[in-house]
C-alpha cells in the first residue's frame, strides 16, 4: 500500500480532466499539519503558472474531478490558500487497507515490479588491521540500506571492498614468515591484529635489513610469488574471520561470498591503465600515469590530478575503483551501484566517477551513489579515541554495550533469569548501539554517548523495543494470538486514526529510504509509530473492565499491526526485538 501513488494517480487524473497535460506533476506530499488533511496536492500552482491562469479556478475544477473520483477514500476534500488541495482520508477506507496490510507477509509493502540490479559495496575493512569503529557506520548504513533494497523487491549484489593488498602487506608477511619460522602457528601469532601490526611496524620503523625485506615481499607478492601467496591467504584468512565475529555480533548480514576484495581486480589493473592511454584519457606526468580532470579544476583553471599509476610502476586505491567500476556494470550487470565510506573520501568518488564514465568503464545509465557519512565522535567533540588516543577495536566496544545493558536489564528486571538476561542485553545492547548510529543524519558528525543509547525514554532501541514487548504481554493478557485476528479493525478515535495512517506509511518512508541511503528516516518513523501508539494506549483502553469484546478486538488488531511493524522495521535496522524484556 502507498496512499502517495494512489492519490499521485487520481489527482493526476482529475488534473488532466480538468485540462492539464498529462506530464504535470500532482506533488502530492503527507501533510505536514493536521488542518491541512492527511495529504495535500500542491500541483495545481505550478501548473497554472505554466499555463498563466488563476490557480484559484484551476484547483476547483481539480476539485470537481477529485471528489467523486475519491468518494471511497477521502471524505473531505478541501480547497485552500491560492489553490493547494488539503485530503482527509476516510477512516473505514483506511481501516480497510490496514486489515488487508495485516493479512499480508509483506505487511502490504508491495513488491518493485522491475526490480533493479543493485550493487552495495560496504564495510570494506582493511585487513592489515583489526576493525575499528570508523567501519562501524558503513557496515551498519549500508546493511539497512540493503535489508531495505531486497524487502521492497530489489536484487542486491553485497560487494565488500575489503583492503587486502597494498605495501603494508610487506611488512607483516615478512613478519608473520619470522614468527613461523621461530614455530608460532599463524593463529596465535595473528590473535591480536593490532599487536601484530604495532610490532611488524617497529620493526620496520627500527630494524636494520628489516624495511628491505619488507619491500621485497611486495614484490614477490605482486608477481605471485607462492610460497608468499600462501603466507598472505593465512594472514587474510584470519583477518577476515575476526571482521565475521564482528559482523555477527552486529548481526549483519555479510559473508564470505560477498567478499570482492582490492587483490580481486589486481589482474585488470594493467588493462585498466592500457585502455585509459589509448583512450588518451590519461597521460605520462614525471612518470606516472595520471589523469587531468578539467570538470573538477579549482578557481585557477588547474585541473584535479588523479593518479592512476605510480612513476615505479604500482597501482593505486583509485585504478582498483576504476576496475570495480567495470566490473559492477559490465560483468554484475548494476542498473546501480552505492558505496558507503566516510565523508573524507568524496573526492576520491568523484574523480573516479568521471573518469570512469569518460572511459565508458561506467555507462551512462548506471547510477553511482557514493553515500558519504560524518564521524562518530566522543563526548569531547572530538573524533571517537580510547583514553589514551587509541583506535577504539570495534568488537570491544560491542562487548561494553553488551554489558552496560546487562547491569541495566538487571536493575529493571532483578527477577531475570540468566538466560534471558543473556539474550535480552545482546538484543538491546547492539540494538542501541546501531539505533543511535542509524537515527543521526548520514552526512553529519555525531557524538556517540552511552547514556542517551540506552535510555527507555526517546528515539533509542530500548524504547521501541520496549514498546514491541509491551504489546506482547498485553497479547499475553488477554490470552489471544495476534495471529486470530483477521477482523478488520474499526478506526473511529483520532488516535486510533493517526496510528492507522502512520501504519500505511512504511512503503513510503522505505521508497525514501532507499531513494536516499537515510536509514535515519527510517528510525524517525518507527519511533513516531511508537509514539503514536503510546497516545493509543492512553486514550483507548483495550482490557479495561467496561471494554466491549468488539472494540478490545478492534483495539488488539491495531496492536498487533503496531507490532508487527515495529518488529519488521527493526528487522530491517538489523536490530531484534523479544518477546519479553
Ligand atoms: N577499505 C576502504 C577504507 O577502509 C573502504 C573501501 C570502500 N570501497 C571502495 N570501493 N573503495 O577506507
Known amino acids: 500500500m502507498n496512499i502517495k501513488s494512489l492519490l499521485s494517480e487520481k489527482v493526476l487524473a482529475a488534473m488532466v480532466a480538468a485540462g492539464l497535460p498529462a506530464d504535470t506533476n500532482p506533488a502530492v506530499s503527507q501533510s505536514t499539519k493536521p488542518q491541512f488533511g492527511d495529504y495535500q496536492a500542491n500541483g495545481v500552482m505550478g501548473a ?34 491560492p489553490g493547494f488541495i488539503n485530503i482527509h ?7 480497510s487497507q490496514l486489515a488487508a496490510s495485516a493479512a499480508d507477509a509483506n505487511l502490504g509493502v508491495s513488491q518493485r515490479a522491475e526490480p533493479q540490479t543493485v550493487v552495495v559495496d560496504y564495510s570494506a575493512p582493511n585487513l592489515a588491521k583489526e576493525m575499528h569503529v570508523g567501519h562501524l557506520r558503513s557496515t551498519i548504513i549500508g546493511d539497512a540500506v540493503v535489508r531495505a533494497l531486497e524487502f ?10 575489503m583492503g587486502d593488498w597494498g605495501t603494508q602487506f610487506g611488512m607483516l608477511l615478512a613478519h608473520l614468515s619470522d614468527k613461523l619460522a621461530a614455530d608460532e602457528v599463524a593463529e596465535t601469532a595473528l590473535s591480536d591484529l593490532e599487536a601484530f601490526y604495532r610490532e611488524a611496524k617497529v620493526r620496520f620503523d627500527d630494524e636494520a635489513g628489516f624495511a628491505d625485506r619488507a619491500r621485497e615481499y611486495v614484490v614477490k607478492l605482486q608477481g605471485g610469488d607462492a610460497e608468499c601467496d600462501k603466507l598472505w591467504q593465512q594472514f587474510i584468512d584470519i ?12 548481526n549483519v548480514t555479510l559473508t564470505r561470498n560477498d567478499i570482492m576484495g582490492e587483490s580481486a581486480y589486481n589482474p585488470d589493473l594493467p588493462k585498466v591503465i592500457d585502455e585509459l592511454m589509448a583512450q588518451e584519457i590519461a597521460v605520462e606526468d614525471q612518470g606516472a600515469k595520471v589523469v587531468f580532470i578539467d570538470e573538477m579544476a579549482n578557481k585557477d583553471g588547474e585541473p584535479s590530478v588523479f593518479i592512476v599509476q ?14 570495480a567500476c567495470r566490473y559492477r556494470s559490465g560483468e554484475l550487470n548494476a542498473d546501480r551501484i552505492i558505496i558507503f565510506t566516510d565523508a573524507r573520501q568524496a573526492l576520491h568518488f568523484k574523480q573516479v566517477e568521471i573518469v570512469a564514465r569518460k572511459a565508458g568503464f561506467l555507462p551512462e545509465q548506471v ?3 557514493h553515500c558519504p557519512f560524518g564521524m562518530m565522535m566522543g563526548d569531547d567533540g572530538k573524533p571517537f579515541k580510547t583514553r589514551t588516543g587509541g583506535t577504539i577495536k ?7 554495550a553488551v554489558t552496560r545493558a546487562t547491569d541495566l536489564i538487571k536493575e529493571k528486571n532483578p527477577e531475570i533469569s540468566d538466560e534471558q538476561l543473556e539474550e535480552v542485553a545482546r538484543k538491546v545492547g547492539i540494538g542501541a548501539v546501531k539505533f543511535a548510529d542509524l537515527s543521526k543524519n548520514r552526512t553529519s558528525d555525531y557524538i556517540f554517548n552511552w547514556k542517551t543509547m540506552l535510555s527507555f525514554e526517546g528515539a533509542t ?3 521501541l523495543q520496549y514498546a514491541y514487548s509491551r504489546i506482547q504481554s498485553i497479547f499475553r493478557k488477554a490470552g489471544v494470538d495476534a495471529a486470530s485476528l483477521t477482523e478488520p479493525a474499526t478506526i473511529e478515535s483520532p488516535q486510533e486514526k493517526a496510528l492507522a495512517l502512520k501504519l500505511l506509511q512504511l512503503e513510503e518512508v522505505l521508497d525514501s529510504v532507499i531513494a536516499d541511503c537515510t536509514p535515519n528516516l527510517l528510525c524517525n518513523y518507527l519511533y513516531e509509530l511508537a509514539s503514536l501508539y503510546m497516545s493509543f494506549y492512553e486514550a483507548c483502553p483495550i482490557l479495561k473492565e467496561g471494554i466491549s469484546e468488539e472494540t478490545k478486538t478492534s483495539r488488539l488488531a491495531i496492536c498487533a499491526s503496531v507490532a508487527s511493524t515495529l518488529a519488521k522495521g527493526l528487522d530491517i535496522l538489523g536490530i531484534d526485538v523479544m518477546e519479553r524484556m
Open 461 to 463: 532501541a530500548p524504547y
Open 367 to 369: 547510477a553511482y551513489d
Open 48 to 81: 497554472a503558472k505554466k499555463l498563466k491562469t488563476n490557480p484559484r479556478e484551476l484547483a476547483t475544477k481539480v476539485v470537481e474531478h477529485l471528489t467523486p473520483a475519491l468518494a471511497d477514500i477521502a471524505d473531505n476534500i478541501e480547497l485552500a490558500g
Open 89 to 95: 482520508l476516510n477512516n473505514d477506507w483506511l481501516a
Open 310 to 323: 605510480k612513476s615505479g610502476g604500482g597501482y593505486l586505491y583509485a585504478t582498483t575503483d576504476l576496475s
Open 394 to 400: 570495534l568488537a570491544e566496544l560491542l562487548d561494553e
Open 239 to 250: 583477518s577476515i574471520a575476526h571482521s565475521e565475529e564482528i559482523y555477527e555480533k552486529l
Open 152 to 161: 521492497r523487491g530489489d536484487k542486491v549484489i553485497r560487494q565488500n571492498h
